[in-house]
T-cell receptor, first 116, second 111 residues
C-alpha cells in the first residue's frame, strides 16, 4: 500500500498568491482529514470529510481556506490569498470509518508551506 | 474528550526499554487511549490503542492501570530510530474522528 500521498512536499510562495495542496488517501478509506501543524499551536484539525462530504470544517481558520473532495481518491486544500501566518506543515490523513467504530488515522508525509 | 498529561521530555539508552507515562485522570468509560508518534519531519504514525486491557503489537505494549486513570507505552528495545515525539490521546466513540493533540513527550534515544 502506498499510504497517504501528498503533493507538493514543499511549497514556497509570496504573500497574496494562491496555494493548492493535494492529497490522495489510502485506497478504500472513506474518511479524510486535513491538519495544520505549527510550533505555536501544535497539530490542529482543519476539516474532516466522510464519503467525500465535509462533515466538520470548524477548524478552518477563515474564508481564505477552502477544501474539496471531488472523489474518493483526491482532495485539495486551497489558500487564497496566502499570508505569512499560513506558513506551517499541512498534513492529510485518512481512515476507514465504519459505523462509528474507532478507526486509525494514517497520515501522509505533509506539505511544508512557507509564505514570504 | 478527556485531557492527557505527559512529561515534556525523556531520555532512554539504546537497547533498553523506554517507558512513556500518560495521565488521563478524567477518562470516561467509553474512551480509548491512543498512542501516536511523530519522527522529525514526518507525519504522525499510529502505534497502538486500548480500552482497559493491556495491548501488545509489533511496535509496542500499552499498559493501562485498573482504574484507567493512567497508562504507559513501552518500547521494549529502543533504537535510535525511536527518537520522536510521542502523543497520548484519549478518544471516545462519540467523537470518532477527533484526535485532540497535546504537546506530547519528546523521547530521545541515546547511543
Amino acid at each position: 500500500d502506498a499510504g497517504v500521498i501528498q503533493s507538493p512536499r514543499h511549497e514556497v510562495t509570496e504573500m497574496g498568491q494562491e496555494v493548492t495542496l493535494r492529497c490522495k488517501p489510502i485506497s478504500g478509506h472513506n474518511s479524510l482529514f486535513w491538519y495544520r501543524q505549527t510550533m505555536m499551536r501544535g497539530l490542529e484539525l482543519l476539516i474532516y470529510f466522510n464519503n467525500n462530504v465535509p462533515i466538520d470544517d470548524s477548524g478552518m481558520p477563515e474564508d481564505r481556506f477552502s477544501a474539496k473532495m471531488p472523489n474518493a481518491s483526491f482532495s485539495t486544500l486551497k489558500i487564497q490569498p496566502s499570508e505569512p501566518r499560513d506558513s506551517a506543515v499541512y498534513f492529510c490523513a485518512s481512515s476507514s470509518a465504519s459505523g462509528g467504530a474507532l478507526e486509525t488515522q494514517y497520515f501522509g508525509p505533509g506539505t511544508r508551506l512557507l509564505v514570504l | 474528550d478527556a485531557k492527557t498529561t505527559q512529561p515534556t521530555s525523556m531520555d532512554c539508552a539504546e537497547g533498553r526499554a523506554a517507558n512513556l507515562p500518560c495521565n488521563h485522570s478524567t477518562i470516561s468509560g467509553n474512551e480509548y487511549v491512543y498512542w501516536y508518534r511523530q519522527i522529525h519531519s514526518q507525519g504522525p504514525q499510529y502505534i497502538i490503542h486500548g480500552l482497559k486491557n493491556n495491548e501488545t503489537n509489533e511496535m509496542a505494549s500499552l499498559i493501562i492501570t485498573e482504574d484507567r486513570k493512567s497508562s504507559t507505552l513501552i518500547l521494549p528495545h529502543a533504537t535510535l530510530r525511536d527518537t520522536a515525539v510521542y502523543y497520548c490521546i484519549v478518544r471516545s466513540r462519540g467523537s470518532n474522528y477527533q484526535l485532540i493533540w497535546g504537546a506530547g513527550t519528546k523521547l530521545i534515544i541515546k547511543p
